[in-house]
């Protein structure tokens, strides 16, 4: 490269006299050396290229220095310092020569840095302007690579060796890491070493140099590739992790058998906790390569195991793998959040974790004992307490103590904040309180907390795949409640599964399945057999206690489609404290209870008793009582109102059930809590085909606006169907042929054989005058009978 390219801006720097000291500073193939050559020749010089100068070395009072890369700190003896008229040295950035002081301020100096060596378009005019455009478009204007501009030098292959052993040669391990990671993502802040190497025009503009950057990439990761010492992989582990990349950094020592270092950077990135700011796949698949002597000598890959089987759903063996490490007695909570326990903090903080996958419920004891744990956290440990009060608004939302559950909510996100921010965590708190909202009957703050919660997952930088899940479930719900119902019935036969097979939190679960099963009974209220909801909870663990809450809703999915007798045996076969004959003369006891499945329990035989109304003169007196239960929540208000207004219109009292039902209609409207309405429609409708009661209530704005969304959602694809003459099974399989449910699929859902399923599709087809699936489906789209 030295005699093709003339650069006299540079070369006429030799007759500059205003300096003594000349210093051509830049890393390697930044053409230094070609320069200080012509510039040697310009003054009739040879270049030195000694270790150490010596007086003979000077031509004409002149040093011309090139120093060998492999020096790093050299000195000049005053003797050649003395006698020299001029010094011109060509090192890199890392190089240092020291004895030049005097020289530099008595006789001046002048620094070319790597912006100052690049090619310019003076430097370039003699150039076919192709070239120029090469030179300074493709290659940065970085003079090593002029001979690949001009089309006469090396191979891609040659190119990255060059980079490899001029440019990188001497990189520690850890600084080539660090060039590696901004090469991958150069839109990162550049790091310090990769400003003494790299092209200047790169460094400020990498997206204008692809082949470029791809070259330097390839180089850097052959050249991490080649080191195979274990201080080498602990100095590149070390960069990794100080960049944020904790898993590639224990991936890379695991592969190389360096556990006790890889478990270090676990411990040290918070174990478990590391789950949420990572790729879930990712984590797994790493802490899953520990061996099992490591897993038992370390509680911090104990635990962060278990919390990636929890997200999985595994329940069991998460038990299994900590009865088997840390003893039997560590399955008792009571056991190990005791004072004095014998386990670690760490063990404990984790015992409250699996607390809420095993779905229990505090009593108050419990929560008082939580408290005296509390104590034991450091003050400034604000992930701790934030995994605190997530916890304790997981338990306050089963104890239906809804205001002490936003208070914990409240408390989470402070800490989350304090510690800088956490988007996947602070999605979970709004998630829960997406849920909190919407099961206590407030559909109006619920979805503020749900916007909350997606600009909070669409922060975080991994893939979130279930959590996203989630939040459209949530979403769905929240759709529900202003009376469009397609999303729900969209997700629960397109996504439950997987939703229910991931780690779903209990509260999470109880709000699913009853927004779920809803969507099944409003949409299929003919098909109800036996285990009709097993395909909303059949993947989940036998330690979560949702039983009773499917066969209740069991029950609830009979009444609604007039089967009485069989709802009745539904519900006296579910196993609780109370039975039917209890609840019949209970009055002031139901003021009282808290439990979830209890109350449901008791307004689903309450629900029947207003169905059946017998001339019990303290019937509204137990609805009244349970309107008075301070865990009742107000959706189950809106329900009670509306029952005590469906008993007083069957009794008559004209007032009583104007009170009631305006008293309904305006909670609803005021919550935004309108799907309750659709679900009690079985009472509400007859009271509004009362033109008196009817024309009372509608005097009211609000009232008008909740009666609309009811109307519509009474007049919902399903129902229009109905009307236009399909039977109950044939509309069944329209909306599941809309869905994209296969034949196979639809006999599996209604428990029923293919060849039915294609006889019921045959006259469906018939009614609808077209011979194939797609024609009907676009005939039924066309009529609004599916949307």
Known sequence: ????????????????????????????????????????????????????????????????????????????????????????????????????????????????????????????????????????????????????????????????????????????????????????????????????????????????????????????????????????????????????????????????????????????????????????????????RFSHESVAENETILFAICRALMKQGELHRVRHLLSKHLGLDYLDPMKVLVKGSRFSFAARTFRLNLMISEDLTPNDAMIERLAEFMADYPLGEHGKWAAYYNALLEFEIRRRNFREAEAAAARALIYLKKMGGQPLLEFFIHLHQTVLRLMSGDALLARKAAQDARVRLEQVPHPADAEFRMLRLAEACLDYEVGRQRALLQFVQNEFEEFAAAEIWPSLMQFALHYAAQALIDHFPMGVRPGFLDGLWIHLSDGLQFHAMMEIRTAIAYQNAGRWREAAATLSAIRMPMGKHWIDSAVEDLTRFSRRDEIAYVMAWFREAVHLWTPRPYLARQLEALIANPKVTHRERVALEIWLGYTAHQRRETAAARSHLLSALESAHRLGCHGVLSEERLFLSPLLESRTLRAFVETSVGVRSALAIFTSSLNSPHARALKGGLSQREAQMLQLAAGGLSNKRIAATLNISEVTVKYHLGNLYRKLGCNRRAEALRAAMALGWIS
């Open 1 to 288: 490269m030295d005699m093709l390219l003339d650069r006299p801006r540079l070369r006429r720097l030799m007759t500059d006299g205003n300096h003594r000291v000349l210093l051509l500073q830049a890393g390697a193939g930044a053409g230094k050396s070609v320069l200080l050559r012509q510039m040697a020749e310009d003054a009739g010089a040879r270049v030195c290229t000694a270790l150490h100068p010596q007086q003979a070395d000077l031509e004409g009072g002149m040093l011309f220095w090139d120093l060998p890369r492999k020096a790093r700190s050299l000195r000049l003896s005053d003797a050649v310092i003395d006698n020299a008229e001029r010094i011109v040295i060509a090192c890199r950035p890392q190089q240092k020569v020291t004895g030049l002081a005097r020289a530099k301020l008595h006789g001046g100096c002048r620094v070319l840095l790597a912006e100052d060596l690049s090619f310019n378009d003076e430097d370039l005019i003699t150039l076919p302007p192709q070239t120029q455009r090469a030179v300074l478009e493709t290659y940065a204007g970085w003079p090593a690579f002029l001979r690949l501009a001009l089309g006469d030098g090396e191979d891609d292959g040659s190119l990255v060796d060059y980079c490899r052993e001029a440019l990188f040669d001497h990189l520690t391990p850890g600084d080539m890491a660090a060039l590696s990671l901004w090469l991958k993502a150069p839109d990162q802040p550049v790091p310090a070493i990769a400003a003494t190497l790299m092209p200047p025009r790169l460094l400020a503009e990498p997206d204008r140099y692809p082949v470029l950057v791809e070259t330097l990439r390839r180089a850097s990761g052959e050249s991490l590739a080649a080191y195979v010492s274990p201080t080498a992989l602990k100095d590149i582990a070390s960069t990794l992790e100080q960049s944020g990349q904790v898993l590639a950094a224990m991936n890379l020592l695991l592969d190389h058998g360096l556990e006790a270092q890889a478990a270090a950077i676990l411990e040290r990135a918070d174990g478990r906790d590391l789950i949420y700011r990572s790729s879930l796949a990712e984590f797994q698949d790493i802490v899953l």
